[in-house]
């Protein structure tokens, strides 16, 4: 049952599984936080037939300091998209500001569909993993057990690889062509097989870089394991049995427009070209199906506890280092996590597992604190709101953890 309150109160190394029932162990000061965890209490998995108890789609504006700021900022044409915050099972904020497409001037509605981006490497990493729940392939499985013909250079390649950042495989915007590639519709086999007819930029395991064709791959693996196209598997192993109805792959029917501003005023980007990334960014859904999902990955009703403990594991090589000057995040499988609160002042040190997605025209962040179960969803139809989003996300998880608000980003 969800409340939905007036106000709110105040090789794998690093697992990062159900924060909420342990403390926080710090041991280092140098590349990454260690945590003392144990996996998440499962649930009953949900029956094929009965999707859980939603929460009524209204709006909520139970953390008056983020609404007071979304609104100045919304109507200062700073802002566009929708915002979600949940603790446990309160809904402690809904709502959605600003256009739905410039060109018509449609509003942005609570129902609005928005293209996920990125955020889909976890849905990938899921199948997978389902997949090895069900004894139907695992993430040691060398990748050319299961693509035929396969090139000679990916004989190390193990799936975990893949979904990980640690594969080698040149990434599509890293390769000639580029630019033809972004414009050209494609299917799963014509990626696999482009990404085949090059070597391997390091060794397997040995280096991380954020790789999409590898989620490619790897989707296209989810379909030879399971005899599914890759919409279908994710549909009747997860959409249906959850309720997700407004969530799927590809070009859906009632999805907003994504947006970029230009000195020449906000403008559609309409040439999404999602057959291009079916396994690292082709998704789209909406901010409650996003916390249905939220809700069901981290509290155990998706996949077995050894599962997501890997899934949330850090799969980085020890030597990693900083990125950017900064304490490195963790690197899971389609997942990341790290203390985002750190870069807004004030900030705060709660540890975070977390996506971003950006694609054509939308800019998303979804988080969630393991300890008070805080689920923050940031979908967004303008490309050009990085910012906004990490600040607004940081705001809410703030707000609903009882910080200080912070006001604006860290520079550092």
């Known amino acids: 049952m969800f409340h939905v309150p007036r106000f709110a109160g105040n090789h794998p190394r690093i697992v990062l599984a159900a924060l909420a029932a342990v403390g926080l162990l710090i041991v280092g000061g140098g590349v990454a936080a260690a945590f003392k965890l144990r ?62 497409d410039a060109d018509t001037g449609a509003p942005l509605e609570l129902t609005s569909r928005f293209r996920l981006a990125s955020l889909s490497k976890q849905f990938t990493s899921a199948a997978v993993l389902r997949l090895q729940d069900e004894g139907k392939l695992s993430v040691e499985d060398p990748v050319c057990r299961w693509i035929q013909p396969c090139t000679e250079a990916w004989a190390p390649l193990r799936i975990r690889h893949l979904i990980s950042h640690t594969a080698g495989i040149p990434d599509l915007m890293q390769r000639p062509g580029w630019g033809v590639r972004r414009t050209t519709p494609a299917t799963m086999r014509e990626l696999t097989e482009d990404s085949a007819r090059y070597g391997l930029s390091f060794v397997p395991g040995e280096e991380l870089r954020y790789n999409n064709a590898g989620f490619n791959l790897a989707a296209d693996i989810v379909e030879r394991a399971s005899g599914k196209t890759f919409d279908d598997f994710l549909q ?29 005023g906000l403008t559609p980007q309409r040439l999404a070209n999602v057959s291009i990334i079916p396994g690292a960014g082709a998704l789209y859904s909406t901010l409650d ?18 599962s997501y403990a890997a899934m949330v594991a850090d799969h980085a090589p020890a030597d990693q280092g900083s990125e950017r000057g900064r304490v490195r995040r963790i690197w899971g499988y389609g997942i990341m ?31 969630w604190q393991p300890r008070e179960r805080i689920s923050v969803i940031v979908l967004t139809n303008n490309y050009h709101q990085q910012e906004q989003v990490l600040l607004i996300s940081q ?11 912070p006001t604006g980003l860290a520079r550092n």
């Open 39 to 100: 996996a998440p209490d499962a649930e009953p998995a949900p029956a094929a037939t009965v999707p859980p108890t939603r929460p009524p789609v209204v709006v909520v504006e139970a953390l008056p300091q983020l609404a007071e700021r979304l609104r100045g900022q919304a109507e200062a044409g700073r802002f566009m998209g929708g915002v979600l915050v949940s603790r446990g099972d309160q809904i402690l904020f809904r709502q959605v500001y600003g256009v739905a």
């Open 236 to 264: 009747s192993a997860f959409f249906a049995p959850l309720g997700m109805a407004d969530t799927g792959i590809g070009d859906g029917p009632g999805l907003v427009a994504g947006h970029a501003t230009f000195p020449e």
């Open 289 to 306: 199906d996003m916390l249905v999902w939220q809700r069901a990955l981290h509290g155990g009703r998706l996949l077995s506890a050894e």
């Open 337 to 367: 996590a790290n203390r985002l609160g750190r870069r807004v002042e004030p900030g705060f040190e709660d540890i975070q597992i977390y996506h971003t997605g950006s694609w054509s025209g939308f800019r998303n962040l979804v988080t």
């Open 395 to 405: 705001q809410a998880m703030a707000e609903a953890l009882g910080h200080a608000f």
